[in-house]
T-cell receptor, first 112, second 117 residues
Framework: EAGVVQSPRYKIIEKKQPVAFWCNPISGHNTLYWYRQNLGQGPELLIRYENEEAVDDSQLPKDRFSAERLKGVDSTLKIQPAELGDSAVYLC??????????FGPGTRLTVL | SQELEQSPQSLIVQEGKNLTINCTSSKTLYGLYWYKQKYGEGLIFLMMLQKGGEEKSHEKITAKLDEKKQQSSLHITASQPSHAGIYLCGADMRGNAGGTSYGKLTFGQGTILTVHP
């Protein structure tokens, strides 16, 4: 069974540029999560979807971050414009409702 | 301060040695997950504990959740270089009213394990 797929794996951009990350969850998993992991820290939840609905986006910086999960499958996380402090690893995870979360390989973002 | 504290922050052991990593919370843990992460990679699920006093093992790794469900430990027996990586505990730390953080995991800062051959 395929795991969580994320792309790109690495992204280097200049500050103020936009960037987007894509995630394809494990087939059948209705819950999808986006986390941000800063260097030397554990992941922190940005947004959680149940099917197409964002049920927890309290930690998403809405002035520059946006996310969508069309048709309740794939998801995209966007940052516009990126700031230096956004450099981090962005992780996508999926699960059945309230079950174990399985993580993708992450996207390492570097903002110059 | 962190809601979930891991100790030690880093650990260097010789191959074959046993080791323990701890994960401590001031709140009741409703579900405690252990993950392993290689540098620059995603998190790999190891084990999940839910009941006070629960203990699970997989190969040479054993995880326990204490009776009060506020501390968990991860023990590796006869460590190997393949055990090297970052170990993270993640917990469902919903409030006393329950439900509002259901499904949201709070993570510790991780423990970096190095195993010398």
């Amino acid at each position: 069974e395929a795991g969580v797929v994320q792309s790109p794996r690495y992204k280097i951009i200049e500050k103020k540029q936009p960037v987007a990350f894509w995630c394809n969850p494990i087939s059948g998993h209705n819950t999808l999560y986006w986390y941000r992991q800063n260097l030397g820290q554990g992941p922190e939840l940005l947004i959680r979807y149940e099917n197409e609905e964002a049920v927890d986006d309290s930690q998403l910086p809405k002035d520059r971050f946006s996310a969508e999960r069309l048709k309740g499958v794939d998801s995209t996380l966007k940052i516009q414009p990126a700031e230096l402090g956004d450099s981090a690893v962005y992780l996508c995870a999926s699960s059945l409702v309230s079950d174990t979360q399985y993580f993708g390989p992450g996207t390492r973002l570097t903002v110059l | 301060s962190q809601e979930l504290e891991q100790s030690p922050q880093s650990l260097i052991v010789q191959e074959g040695k046993n080791l323990t990593i701890n994960c401590t919370s001031s709140k009741t843990l409703y579900g405690l997950y252990w993950y392993k992460q290689k540098y620059g990679e995603g998190l790999i699920f190891l084990m999940m504990l839910q009941k006070g006093g629960e203990e699970k093992s997989h190969e040479k790794i054993t995880a326990k959740l204490d009776e009060k469900k506020q501390q968990s430990s991860l023990h590796i027996t006869a460590s190997q270089p393949s055990h090297a990586g970052i170990y993270l505990c993640g917990a469902d730390m919903r409030g006393n009213a329950g439900g509002t953080s259901y499904g949201k995991l709070t993570f510790g800062q991780g423990t970096i394990l190095t195993v010398h051959p």
